[in-house]
């Protein structure tokens, strides 16, 4: 629930308390009926509108501890986009959030939507690359994940995570030159990126095979 329903929930909840003073201030003898219903309606909605707000408190922290995580492990995608477009950036990180959920095509649609706004500055357009390239590689799309950083290394060629992910994409796709050729550039831009070593290894020795 989104707090549009809590707000919906709150009118409510007035109307019936409103109702109900309505109906004891008012000349004559008090419908207990009356009174008796819109006590329990009362009780009810203030059971429900309690519920909705922990669940809106309890999905809102979880998503930050997720962001923070996220923050914390692609800080160079996630930190420096949309520093001054804060509507855009919760765009981003709701995809985000969307992709750690299994939503891809939820975040692949959100991601979309970042990418058609002609406006968006360099850092913006790779952030919204990775995680929509991401999406598609763990939905299985891997044509589509490679595109996606392939333009992404275009714009910033000296991300060695994103060439030993692409690397392993095309592995994927069982296009060892290409794989091979990801994983040596890795270890051009990053001589220490201890994974790029392994993958290469195991590149080369299948393409012997």
């Given at each position: ?49 309690l519920f909705q707000r922990h669940r ?154």
């Amino acid at each position: 629930m989104r707090r549009r329903t809590i707000i919906l929930w709150s009118i409510l909840y007035a109307a019936v308390i409103i109702i109900l003073i309505l109906a004891i201030v008012l000349p004559g003898t008090p419908d207990r009926r009356l009174i008796s219903k819109g006590t329990v309606t009362l009780v009810s909605l203030t059971a429900a509108l309690l519920f909705q707000r922990h669940r809106i408190k309890r999905r809102s922290g979880n998503g930050f501890l997720i962001l923070q995580t996220y923050r914390k492990d692609y800080p160079e995608f996630l930190n420096t986009a949309y520093q001054n477009n804060r509507r855009r950036k919760k765009v981003l990180e709701q995809a985000v959030l969307d992709m750690h959920c299994d939503k891809y095509e939820k975040a692949i649609r959100r991601l979309d939507q970042l990418a058609a706004y002609g406006e968006n500055a360099a850092d913006d357009l790779i952030a919204v690359l990775y995680f929509r390239g991401l999406s598609h590689q763990l939905s299985g799309n891997y044509t589509a994940c490679a595109a996606d950083w392939e333009e992404l290394l275009r714009l910033r060629a000296a991300s060695p995570r994103v060439w030993d992910e692409l690397g392993t994409t095309y592995f994927r796709l069982d296009q060892t030159d290409d794989a091979i050729r990801c994983y040596e550039s890795c270890l051009l831009y990053d001589a220490e990126y201890v994974s790029a070593y392994g993958n290469l290894a195991t590149a080369y020795y299948l393409k012997k095979q």
